[in-house]
């Protein structure tokens, strides 16, 4: 295969030269390698056949990592380096055998995913986050602080699950389904916890579907991953790097006051990770019931205590103060994480009661039990469900 790979660099290189600066449509492209290739007497209809997709694949798509892309069974691809490549297949890691020619090789593939977004990453910035144009995450770290080599963690969402689909694959039980349902058309404001991988984005886009068709929706993140369908008045938003002067760098932060100026009913928060979460807590308290966010953490308690310390970046407040706003804001906790037989299931739903002793107490309505996710105990402001239903 190292053979063939050398080939196609080298029907590559011929039609950079005569296609430099030229627009040119998929089937054009086609048509210049297959004339590429009928001129290669050595190769056999199986190679050239191969061949044809692999330098289509290196133009117009992820060149070598397009074959694990049109992969349904594998969720994510982790390259740390050109020669070493691991994906993950049904909650399990294992190496996969391609691998790229040369660093070189993998850092154009780099600069075509960041491009097509308009984001940029070099030395000088060599963290950044992407996505691909079917939503898919991307992260990509570049040397000297990656030592291997360029490293690139890619996050796939092939399609939108459901909340039915998730009850299917035991993430929670149907009666837990319809709680959530009741909480979020009530516009009860949700927050959803969970380590790294456990699934949050693909739990609030189910969750999503509840959301009441005629609302309008302002969704917020670093780099656009959430995928509502169910509602119409959508506006996705979405943070801007600085450019090499430093300039024009737009955070969550801006958005979030911009969208309180934008007529929405919900905001959506793909992930609060700083100071940010200040201006979300605000608009959770200022009229915008509803709203649902995400973050990392170990446990929804975890959660609370990460909160407070993302406000203090952002505002020096009293403790007491961040901890009143907290709990006046954020009316449900959803905790999510991966069991031993490696299934992403929701493990706690925790209703937020008020501050008791100076702290923010939480009461679980739903509790995993290594079997199912038991139900502990009713909503205890069930006047209030019932009043906005």
């Known amino acids: 295969m190292l053979a ?6 080298e029907i590559k290189k011929e039609l950079l030269l005569d296609l430099e600066e030229k627009q040119v449509s998929d089937s054009h492209l086609y048509q210049e390698i297959d004339s590429a290739l009928l001129s290669r007497k050595d190769l056999a209809l199986r190679e050239k056949l191969y061949l044809r997709s692999a330098v289509f694949d290196s133009f117009r798509r992820l060149d070598l990592l397009s074959e694990l892309l049109d992969d349904g069974t594998v969720s994510e691809i982790m390259i740390n380096g050109p020669k070493e490549i691991f994906v993950e297949r049904k909650g399990r890691m294992e190496r996969w055998q391609g691998s790229f020619q040369s660093e070189e090789q993998l850092a154009d593939l780099i600069q075509q995913i960041v491009s097509r977004i308009n984001r940029a990453v070099n030395t000088k910035s060599p963290i950044v ?5 079917d939503g898919s995450r991307v992260h990509v770290v570049l040397p000297p602080i990656a030592l291997k080599g360029p490293t690139v963690t890619i996050r796939k969402f092939p399609e939108p699950i459901t909340m039915k689909k998730l009850i299917q694959l035991e993430s929670l039980t149907e009666e837990a389904s319809h709680f959530l349902q009741s909480l979020v058309r009530s516009s009860y404001n949700i927050f959803i916890s969970g380590g790294t991988n456990s699934g949050k984005t693909t739990f609030l886009n189910a969750l999503s579907q509840y959301i009441p068709k005629e609302e309008r929706i302002i969704t917020i993140e670093d780099s656009a991953e959430l995928q509502i369908q169910s509602v119409e008045n959508l506006v996705s938003l ?11 760098a737009v955070s969550i932060s801006d958005l979030i006051k911009a969208s309180l100026r934008m007529s ?9 990770r700083g100071k940010e979460c200040l201006d979300m807590l605000n608009a959770m308290n200022t009229g915008h019931d509803g709203s649902i966010s995400t973050g990392h953490a170990n446990s929804s308690t ?12 952002g505002a020096d ?3 007491p103060s961040i901890r009143n706003m907290i709990a006046s804001a ?15 299931r929701v493990l706690e739903i925790s209703e937020v009661m008020g ?17 199912i996710l038991e139900k502990l105990s009713d909503l205890h402001n069930e006047d209030k469900l019932r009043s906005r239903l």
């Open 4 to 9: 063939l790979d050398q080939v196609k660099q």
């Open 129 to 133: 986050d992407a996505r691909l144009e």
């Open 238 to 248: 979405e943070t801007r790097n600085a450019n090499a002067e430093g300039e024009g």
């Open 264 to 272: 929405p009913n919900r905001i959506i928060v793909g992930e609060v």
């Open 302 to 313: 975890d959660m609370l205590k990460r909160m407070e310390t993302m406000v203090l970046q």
């Open 317 to 319: 407040l009293p403790l």
């Open 330 to 344: 954020i009316e449900i906790m959803v905790h999510l994480g991966r069991t031993k037989d490696h299934k992403r």
């Open 355 to 371: 501050i008791e002793n100076g702290e923010v107490k939480l009461k679980k309505l739903y509790q995993y039990n290594g079997k």
